[in-house]
């Protein structure tokens, strides 16, 4: 690969589906298998006599075809992704998977020949009794091996089909019982393959001349044996001369690639490093053991690895067709890209957007905004009047109690109506409206949350007549204008929020409901979006601290009376 050339991202795409493709063909070759292997709880002729059905369809000429094929475009498409990796540090369950794919072809090549290969040379008839006989009876040390083998190729699988299905929604749903298969299968195989084995080491035990008897009547000859005995080794040298050459080609293009300057990623807190050429952020981040996150191990699905990209954007080719659908399907914005599809050739500056620990949940679909975007949205502040006062004369358990009946209330009333609970502050609360419907429809909605809420005030209080002294008041302070919104916060403090000057004059709104007497302030760019009548309304007009110019505003006695507006 020539310095600087990343790999060609469009072939993502149509490299995934055949690894996915392939793969699913062998797990049904193996599943098929482990059925079969299940019956020797039964007998071993149980197991002869469904041979034919889990072997059948795949003695045809397209099944043989399938299967081979599939074989092959697996252990070439694992090949290819070992040559490409920039590094091989990788997350543990990604290790896992590799080192047990890398091992299923030099445990399975005696097998394959010994069963499906000799059948068609030398016209051995390939029964499960002689199978049994061999693993059993002649090298035991080869039947551990296949029982081995068994655990290998089911783990290697389950983790493939378990990182590509996650991503699924319906499948978390779907995980207790797909953990249940993938444990249950496999132990069920080994305890019938097992128990036949067993069977069979009695009946050569009881007769001398069985496993004589069983290889005669299997047609096995010395010349068939030494076949296997002799292919078994060529194919096993061959693929471990395969991985060799891999690893040293990695070497060899590291060393060249060594020649000339590099490309410098910046990451935040200042922290640069060199990107080799051809190099994805995901493989610089991994290989300088910086956290990233990338549930799908960096093949362009999930999204977990997304990343923003600064100062150096404009050096970057556009995303090719897999990337672009992935972006879309979580709404990104144009400065966010996937970090295993970018590969640098100039400086750029990145910035992950999900914890390292991100899980497969993370990777669905979500609005962009929650990444943050500058929108026009309705800010709405609501605060409890006196409260302090009824907190003194009040146990602690009574004043926790009537807060998170009155957080209850105003909660549902917001929620109601379409609003978005931002956060709770002491005994106050903050809600935006048109987050994604605009500024107009989020005005609209604000002003129907503050008459909503002013009804269930009137409810709780009705309610908790008796508990106390006074009844709950409250002043609400309405505005729209342009913000950032996006998911700020961090771990489970992590939520939806807005920042910027309309917030600020929204609380300031609220605040001046103290000094008019009244339950709601709205500013006027509010009630011009939403089309309300203010022709009867006072309005007044008030300078902010730190800004120059005044806001325009109504006083409303009562929120009750934006019903007849």
């Known amino acids: 690969m020539p310095a600087g050339r990343a790999p060609v991202v469009g072939q993502t795409g149509v490299i995934n589906r055949l690894r996915l493709a392939s793969g699913l063909v062998l797990l049904a070759f193996l599943t098929g298998h482990l059925l079969n292997h299940a019956l020797g709880l039964i007998s071993v002729e149980a197991m002869g006599q469904a041979l034919f059905l889990s072997i059948a369809p795949w003695r045809t000429r397209i099944g043989t075809t399938l299967l081979l094929g599939a074989l092959l475009v697996h252990v070439a498409v694992a090949l290819r992704a070992l040559y490409l990796r920039r590094t091989l540090r990788m997350p543990f369950w990604e290790a896992t998977q590799l080192g047990l794919g890398l091992l299923i072809p030099l445990m399975l090549a005696e097998h394959v020949l010994g069963t499906r290969v000799v059948t068609d040379l030398f016209d051995v008839r390939s029964e499960y009794v002689l199978v049994l006989t061999a693993l059993a009876v002649r090298a035991p040390g080869q039947g551990l091996l296949q029982a081995g083998l068994v655990v290998i190729a089911w783990g290697h699988a389950c983790i493939g089909l378990h990182y590509w299905l996650r991503l699924k929604r319906w499948y978390r749903r779907f995980l207790p019982v797909a953990y249940g298969i993938a444990l249950l299968l496999p132990a069920l195989s080994l305890a019938g393959f097992l128990a036949a084995a067993m069977e069979v080491r009695r009946r050569a035990a009881a007769d001398p001349g069985f496993a004589e008897t069983v290889l005669e009547r299997a047609r096995v000859t010395a010349e068939s044996s030494a076949f296997v005995d002799t292919g078994t080794f060529w194919i096993e040298t061959g693929f471990a001369a395969a991985v060799a050459a891999v690893l040293l080609a990695r070497e060899a293009r590291k060393a060249f690639l060594r020649q000339g300057g590099r490309p410098t990623l910046t990451y935040p807190g200042g922290r640069t490093v060199e990107v080799p050429p051809g190099a994805s952020v995901l493989d610089v981040s991994r290989a300088n053991g910086i956290p990233h996150a990338a549930v799908c191990g960096g093949r362009g699905r999930c999204s977990t690895c997304r990343i923003r990209v600064g100062e150096g954007a404009e050096n970057l080719p556009p995303p090719q067709a897999e990337e672009r659908r992935v972006l879309a399907r979580i709404g990104a914005p144009a400065n966010v890209r996937l970090a295993c599809q970018v590969h640098p050739t100039a400086d750029l500056e990145v910035t992950p957007l999900l914890p390292a620990r991100a899980t497969a949940r993370d990777a669905s679909g979500a609005p962009g905004y929650l990444q943050g975007e500058e929108r026009e949205i309705a800010i709405l502040f609501a605060d409890l009047r006196g409260f302090t006062t009824l907190v003194d004369t009040k146990l602690p358990f009574d004043v926790v109690f009537i807060l998170n009946r009155y ?136 300078a902010l601290r730190g800004k120059t110019g005044r806001i325009r505003h109504y006083p409303i006695a009562s929120a009750l009376d934006l019903r007849s507006r």
């Open 407 to 542: 957080f209850e209330a105003m909660g549902h009333a917001i929620e109601r109506v379409g609003g978005r609970l931002d956060k709770f502050i002491g005994d106050g609360v903050m809600a935006v409206f048109g987050v994604e419907r605009g500024a107009a429809e989020g005005c609209r909605r604000a002003l129907a949350a503050a008459a909503t809420m002013a009804e269930e005030l009137e409810i709780l209080n009705r309610t908790l007549v008796h508990d106390l002294p006074l009844p709950l008041r409250i002043g609400i302070g309405i505005h729209a204008g342009p913000v950032i919104v996006g998911e700020m916060g961090y771990g489970r403090a992590k939520s939806l929020t807005a920042v910027g000057d309309a917030v600020n004059i929204a609380s300031r709104l609220e605040e001046l409901t103290k000094t008019y007497g009244v339950q709601l302030v709205i500013s006027d760019h509010v009630a011009q979006l939403a089309g309300l009548d203010v022709s009867t309304l006072d309005a007044r007009e008030t």
